[in-house]
T-cell receptor, first 117, second 112 residues
Framework: AQKITQTQPGMFVQEKEAVTLDCTYD???????LFWYKQPSSGEMIFLIY??????QNATEGRYSLNFQKARKSANLVISASQLGDSAMYFC??????????????FGAGTRLAVHP | EAGVTQSPTHLIKTRGQQATLRCSPI?????VYWYQQALGLGLQFLLW???????NRGNFPPRFSGRQFPNYSSELNVNALELEDSALYLC???????????FGEGSWLTVV
């Protein structure tokens, strides 16, 4: 069963505007973590932001914020003030289980973001 | 502080040969994940090592194997290489809490 769904294969945004990348997930485990990664054309996976299922506040890291809607099982990434360097592939990922759990990180199919000047 | 390091960066092998990829986790991290990313595709989970033990394995044939050493570095071995094994192989490490999982820059394997 699909655990992580990213419905937007590609997105376009104008420089300096905000963009939202969608991610929905499916789990019956009450304890889980959600991650977003950026993958430029060079191939490296860059960690952006983390949200724990028990976190009360939405995670923020600089220009990145995570719009966490637990009841809807969505964890959308919001990038504010887009820059040309934000053009990349973006992956949403989930790890089930608590910190002591032995569970793998599973990824969505990704969204390719293109920032236009 | 050094990040996750992977070697080699690029590797070209002939079909039927064996490939060995290496990963050094961030200092203090005891857990290592391996992923395969074929061209244009998403990340497929391969293996997870924690404290020297294999904790989980993805849906890959047995010719994909690995190990984790006492210093927590890890090795991925791919035997009897096939053309479709050509991919970017990514290693990630995490420590206690597992709230941050950092990736290396990957090893590009090309099988000809």
């Amino acid at each position: 069963a699909q655990k992580i769904t990213q419905t937007q294969p590609g997105m376009f945004v104008q420089e300096k505007e905000a963009v939202t990348l969608d991610c929905t997930y499916d789990t019956s485990d009450p304890s889980y973590g959600l991650f977003w990664y950026k993958q430029p054309s060079s191939g490296e996976m860059i960690f952006l932001i983390y949200q724990g299922s028990y976190d009360q506040q939405n995670a923020t890291e600089g220009r990145y914020s995570l719009n966490f809607q637990k009841a809807r099982k969505s964890a959308n990434l919001v990038i504010s003030a887009s820059q040309l360097g934000d053009s990349a592939m973006y992956f949403c990922a989930m790890r089930e289980g608590g910190t002591g759990g032995y569970n793998k990180l599973i990824f969505g199919a990704g969204t390719r973001l293109a920032v236009h000047p | 502080e050094a990040g996750v390091t992977q070697s080699p960066t690029h590797l070209i092998k002939t079909r039927g040969q064996q490939a060995t990829l290496r990963c050094s986790p961030i200092s203090g991290h005891t857990s290592v994940y391996w992923y395969q990313q074929a061209l244009g595709l998403g990340l497929q989970f391969l293996l997870w090592y924690d404290e020297g033990e294999e904790r989980n394995r993805g849906n890959f044939p047995p010719r994909f194997s690995g190990r984790q050493f006492p210093n927590y570095s890890s090795e991925l071995n791919v035997n009897a290489l096939e053309l479709e094994d050509s991919a970017l192989y990514l290693c990630a490490s995490t420590g206690q809490g597992r709230n941050t999982i950092y990736f290396g820059e990957g090893s590009w394997l090309t099988v000809v």
